[in-house]
Nanobody, 115 residues
């Protein structure tokens, strides 16, 4: 089981930035595809970005060119830089493997963007 702890969320105004962090337990982080997910009010959880162990990345269209996913394998940590935040980015953000492991969902971190 991979345990994951997210942090870095907050309440910001539109146009401002946040950087989320995800710390993973265990020693297999470096070989895993990892993803940032989010769940907005009344919405299903969706994959936002993915980071591969080979350095490849993927973003959904709504954040492509704006968010940046990165990872530090030595620290078992993944990041999501979120500049120019929009009200529609408001959601609870989670990290997990990609595809997600059902027993690894953490508490997430809330991001609220006011207009």
């Amino acid at each position: 089981q991979v345990q994951l702890v997210e942090s870095g969320g907050g309440l910001v105004q539109a146009g401002e930035s946040l950087t989320l962090s995800c710390v993973a337990s265990g020693n297999i982080f470096r070989v895993l595809y990892m993803g940032w997910y989010r769940q907005g009010p009344g919405e299903q959880r969706e994959l936002v970005a993915r980071s591969g162990p080979d350095g490849t990345t993927y973003y959904i269209d709504s954040v492509k060119g704006r968010f940046i996913i990165s990872r530090d394998n030595a620290k078992n940590t993944m990041y999501l830089e979120m500049p120019f935040l929009k009200p529609e980015d408001t959601a609870r953000y989670y990290c997990n493997t990609q595809p997600p492991r059902q027993d690894s969902w953490g508490q997430g971190t809330q991001v609220t963007v006011s207009s």
